[in-house]
Structure formats: structure tokens, C-alpha cells
């Protein structure tokens, strides 16, 4: 599953990597720990030019309460083992929260990273998940609603980010799940009304794992109260090493009448937003 995820870019960052725009009184706070119930930025394929703040946590249109359906599996009830090696049909078509969504209800969801925990310890032992050379804000794949309540008329449109099988580096932490990361080069397709279902099924897979890395972080984020950058430091290193092991030293520079002070990089760096 895929239930904490981060935002911390400036709007205006992402307008201009999405090509959106945020409608005046837009208010949304960088957030280094989005948890179900928040609010949070996306593009639907009823606005695709406009940046919206939905709730995390989907409620299907016909329920008769509020729901928090935070993934949608792109298997349905197939694959009920979480076997990393499927590649059978996608039964997110015929679920009744998501049939509909799926066909015609689509939205990417901005991200920086992602928490996970392991698939035993969840997220008592949680890593955090980003895309490498620096790639943020990516977008998941998304499905979203409009649900009316029906004892006070309150209307939430609300999201959900759509699952699949685990790819290497989550099998690693290990975890049998991975939320679907959209490539930039499907960004615009996943919100057209004309994309046939079966290009739609098609996009439902594991995002490369050699683009993506990990680090271990502190159990607070645990707590859907906690809050801040320090979330995300790590206390462990990286899955997969993205550059050699050298030991930290200053080296001092001198000549032409200046200094300069020079630190090799560390073992590993923390993930900066």
C-alpha cells in the first residue's frame, strides 16, 4: 500500500512542472507527512489545467458514508498473494469503487517522495522512497470522486492512488506493494478521455527500480501528528549505493591570496527538498 507520501514544493514549482495553474485563494502548506484524511494537490482529467485541493482518501459517489479508500489495486481481487511476477488481468475494472473512476475519473498526484514500511513491521521500520537525479515532483497515478453527504449536503471530492505489484527495490525493505509513478512521457495521456481502457490498464505497472533508491527514517513518522523536515533524515543508508563510500575531510585551499574549504561527500546525503 502506499498511505504517507510528501509535498514540499512551492506551488509555483508545481504550475510550472505540471503546466497548471492554482486558482486564487489557493492555500497549501508544504507537508512532510501527508496521511489519509489530508488534502493535497492534484490534476484531474476534468480540469487538466488546473491545480485542486482533494482529500486523500477516496469516497465512491454511491456510499452511504465517508470512506477512506487511500489505494486501489490494479489487480482487484486477482493476485491475491502479491506475486511481484503478475501479469494477469486488471480487475480494478470491475471493483465498484473504482469501475467507474478508473474509465472516466482519473487524476495525477504530485509527489516528492513516498513512505513505506516494511510488509511485517509497516510502518514501524519506514523508508522513504524518491526518484533519483533529482526528479521531484513526479506524479502518481491516480482516481478520484465527488461524494455528496447525504445528512448535510457536504460535497468531497476526494483520491486515490492506484497500486501494483512490488517492483525490486520495494521487495527489497521488503514490501509486496508499489503505488503507480506515472513517466513523464504518460502524464498527459493518463488524463485524456479518449485513452481506450486497455491503455489504461496497460500504464498499471512498476516504475523502474534502478531510477528509484531508499533510506531507512525514525519511526515517527508513525504518528499522522508528526511533522517537519527532520522526518526525513535518514538513520540508515541507502538501499543502493549511488555513489563510492569516502570518508569526510576538509581540505583547505590556498592560494591567490583566497582560502576555500572543500568536504567530500558522505557515505551517503540526506534527501534534500
Known sequence: MCGRYVLVQKVELIEKRF?????????????????????????????PRQLELFRFGLTPFWSKKP?????????????????PEYTGARGIITKPSFRKPIRSQ????????????????????PYVLY??????PFAFAGV???WANPDTGEIIRSFAIITTVANELLRKIPHHRSPVILPRSLEKAWLSDD???SDVTGMLRPYPAELMNAYPVDPAIKSP???????LKPVGQRLTAEFDVRKSQDVNLQGMGMNKRLKDQQDYLEFEL
Open 67 to 83: 470512506l477512506l479508500l487511500i489505494n486501489a489495486r490494479a489487480e482487484g481481487d486477482h493476485n491475491p498473494d502479491d506475486n
Open 195 to 197: 485513452l481506450p481502457l
Open 131 to 136: 526518484l533519483r537525479e533529482g526528479e521531484r
Open 225 to 231: 501528528r508528526a511533522a517537519g523536515p527532520q522526518l
Open 19 to 47: 503546466n497548471v495553474e492554482a486558482p486564487q485563494g489557493f492555500d497549501f502548506q508544504p507537508n512532510y507527512n501527508i496521511v489519509p484524511g489530508s488534502y493535497a494537490p492534484v490534476i484531474t482529467n476534468e480540469n
Open 144 to 146: 478520484w470522486d465527488t
Open 106 to 125: 482519473r487524476c495525477l498526484i504530485p509527489a516528492d517522495c513516498f513512505i513505506e514500511g516494511t510488509t511485517k513491521e509497516k510502518l514501524s521500520r
